[in-house]
C-alpha cells in the first residue's frame, strides 16, 4: 500500500494497471483491549467499491462519479480478520489514475460499516 496525504479513514491503495493479485486487509477490532488485535469476522460480508470520485451522488441527475468496480470481499482467515478481494483480468483494466474507494463490513447482525474510505490509485505498468 502507498501512503497518501488525505484526511480519509484507511490506506491508501495502489495497484499496477492489469495486475490480479487480491487486496488482502486486517480487520482490527476497535474495542479490544489490545491495540491491533484483529477482529473475529466470521459471518461477516465485505465490499470493496472503487469510484472515480471521492463523493459521488446517489442519485441524479447529473450523475456525479463513476463506480469502476464493486468486489465482494473473501473471508481468508476470519478469526484473524484476514479478508482478501479478488481481481478479474477485466476489473483490473482501468485507465492509470487517481480514484477511490471504500470497504463495507457487512456483520452477522445485518449491520452495515463503512471501514475504509481512501485513494485507490491505478498505476501504468511496462509489461502489457
Known sequence: MAS????FAGDCI???RGDTAPDKITIIDPEAVTPGTPLDVTG?????TVNTEQDPDPVGPPIIGTELV???GSLIDA??????FPWSSAEADQV??????????TDTAGKILTIAKEQYKFQQ???K
Open 4 to 7: 497518501c496525504l488525505t484526511d
Open 14 to 16: 495502489a495497484r499496477k
Open 44 to 48: 461477516f460480508a465485505f465490499k470493496l
Open 70 to 72: 464493486s468486489i465482494v
Open 79 to 84: 478469526p484473524n480478520g484476514v479478508v482478501e
Open 96 to 105: 492509470p489514475d487517481d480514484y477511490f474507494y471504500d470497504i463495507e463490513q
Open 125 to 127: 505498468d511496462v509489461t
